[in-house]
C-alpha cells in the first residue's frame, strides 16, 4: 500500500460510516480547502500539471466567469464598478489590482505586435538628407576631410532652410538649425580626436559612434575624460555613467533595429503606468479632500481609471490591425473602421469624466474644473512618465 496516500481524503470507520477528512499537516478536521487550524491548503503541489496551470491563472489573473461580469462594465458603465466595490459588493467583479495587471499586460503586449515602427527614419527633408552624412564627419581620418564632409553637409541643410522660409512649413526651420548645431558639434569634437592623435604621434582615432549630444561642464559628453557628475556619492555617479555608456552604445545598434527599441518601450510603459497609480490617486485625495474618503479609495478609483484606459486602447490597436488586414485600402470600409476607431479615442475622456462625476457625486461645474484641473496635470506627469519610459528603454534594449 502507498504509505502517502492523501489524509484529507474521506474515510470510513469500522461500521462503514464516512469519517471527516483531516489536514496532512496537522490532523485538524477539515471545513473547507485550507485548514482552519494551520491555514494549509488541501490541494498541493503534488496533482495534474492542468490542475496547476488552471489556478494559477485563476490567482494571478482572476481568469473565470468574473471576467466576463467586469470588462463590459469596465467599458461601457463609467464609474459602476467603483460603486460596486464600495458598496460592498466585489467577489462578482475581477479585484481592481488584478484588472489593471491583466489589461496593462495584454495590452501593451498586443502593441508591440501591432506597432510598426517603420523603414524610414525620420528627415528634416527627405530629398536632400542624407543619412550617413554625420557618419562620414565621425568616421573621416584627416581634418580636411571633416571639413569637407562638414562643409558639404551644412551647405544641404542652409539649401533645405532656404525653401522653407516662405512656406507654411517654416516651423520646421528650428528643427534644422539643431541639425546644423549637431553637424558642427560632430565635426568640432572629431576634429579634436584626430589633433589629439597627430600630437601624440598615433594613428588616428576610430570612427565615432553616434551618441548623446549634450555637454558636461561646456564640453561633449565623454565616459573617461567628462563623465556626468551628479553630486552624489562616486557609485552613484558611475552607475549613472554607465547607463549613459550603455545607452550610447545601444544607438547605434537601434539604427540598424528600432523594432527593439520600439519594444523595449512599450515593455517599460506597463511599470511606469504601475508607479503612476498611487501618484494618481493621491492627486485625486487632494482634489477632493472634503469627500473624506479613504487613500485607498483613491486607489481603487486610480485602478479602474487606468484599466479602462488600457482596455480602450487595447480596442484601438485591435481595430487598427483588423483595419490593415480587411480594409488596406481607402474606400467605404476604411471610412468605417476610422470613424470607430475615433470614436474609441474619443470616448476616453469622456468616460472618465462621467467616472468621476458619478464616483465623487458633486455638481457639474465643481466636476469639470476639477476634471480639466486633473487632466492637465497628469497629461504633464505622463508625457514625463513617457520621457523616462523612452529612457529606461533605449538603456534596455
Not at 565621425?138 to 542652409?158: F, H, I, Q, Y
Not at 488596406?328 to 469624466?353: C, D, K, Q, S, Y
Not at 455638481?363 to 514625463?384: E, I, N, Q
Request: charged fraction near 20%; proline fraction near 6%; hydrophobic fraction near 45%.
Amino acid at each position: 500500500m502507498n504509505t502517502t496516500t492523501d489524509q484529507a481524503a474521506a474515510t470510513t470507520d469500522s461500521a462503514g460510516t464516512p469519517a471527516q477528512a483531516t489536514c496532512r499537516n496537522c490532523g485538524s478536521p477539515l471545513h473547507g480547502p485550507h485548514c482552519y487550524a494551520c491555514g494549509q491548503p488541501v490541494k498541493g503541489l503534488v496533482r495534474p500539471l492542468g490542475n496547476l496551470f488552471g489556478d494559477f491563472l485563476d490567482s494571478v489573473f482572476n481568469i473565470d466567469t468574473r471576467v466576463l461580469r467586469t470588462i463590459p462594465p469596465l467599458f461601457a458603465k463609467p464609474g459602476f464598478l467603483t460603486t460596486e466595490y464600495f458598496a460592498g459588493r466585489q467577489v462578482r467583479y475581477v479585484t481592481p489590482v488584478r484588472l489593471f495587471f491583466f489589461l496593462a499586460i495584454i495590452t501593451f503586449f498586443v502593441a508591440q505586435l501591432t506597432t510598426d515602427v517603420g523603414s524610414d527614419i525620420v528627415q528634416v527633408n527627405a530629398e536632400d538628407s542624407n543619412d550617413n552624412d554625420n557618419d562620414d564627419i565621425g568616421s573621416a581620418s584627416t581634418v580636411a576631410e571633416v571639413e569637407k564632409a562638414r562643409d558639404a553637409r551644412l551647405a544641404n541643410l542652409a539649401a533645405a532652410k532656404a525653401r522653407m522660409a516662405n512656406t507654411p512649413a517654416k516651423t520646421g526651420i528650428g528643427g534644422i538649425e539643431a541639425g546644423e548645431a549637431q553637424v558642427r558639434a560632430t565635426a568640432t569634437e572629431r576634429i579634436r580626436q584626430l589633433r589629439e592623435a597627430q600630437a601624440k604621434g598615433e594613428a588616428p582615432p576610430p570612427p565615432m559612434q553616434d551618441s548623446f549630444n549634450f555637454k558636461v561642464n561646456g564640453e561633449r559628453w565623454d565616459r573617461q575624460k567628462n563623465p556626468l557628475d551628479t553630486w552624489g556619492p562616486g557609485f552613484v555617479d558611475g552607475w549613472v555613467n554607465d547607463q549613459i555608456a550603455r545607452a550610447n552604445g545601444n544607438i547605434q545598434r537601434l539604427k540598424k533595429d528600432r523594432t527593439a527599441f520600439k519594444d523595449a518601450v512599450l515593455s517599460a510603459v506597463p511599470t511606469t503606468l504601475f508607479v503612476l497609480v498611487p501618484v494618481f490617486a493621491l492627486m485625486l485625495k487632494l482634489a477632493f479632500v472634503f469627500k473624506r474618503r479613504l487613500y485607498m479609495e483613491h486607489i481603487v478609483v486610480a485602478l479602474h481609471s487606468h484599466a479602462f484606459l488600457c482596455l480602450d486602447l487595447l480596442l484601438v490597436l485591435l481595430v487598427r490591425a483588423l483595419e490593415g488586414w480587411v480594409a488596406p485600402n481607402p474606400g467605404a470600409l476604411a471610412t468605417v473602421f476610422g470613424w470607430i476607431e475615433g470614436l474609441l479615442i474619443l470616448w476616453m475622456p469622456i468616460h472618465l469624466l462621467l467616472m468621476q462625476k458619478r464616483v465623487y457625486a458633486q455638481g457639474w461645474p465643481m466636476t469639470l474644473l476639477k476634471y480639466f484641473l486633473l487632466g492637465t496635470c497628469y497629461t504633464v506627469l505622463l508625457s514625463f512618465a513617457l520621457v523616462a519610459s523612452a529612457a529606461i528603454g533605449l538603456v534596455a534594449m
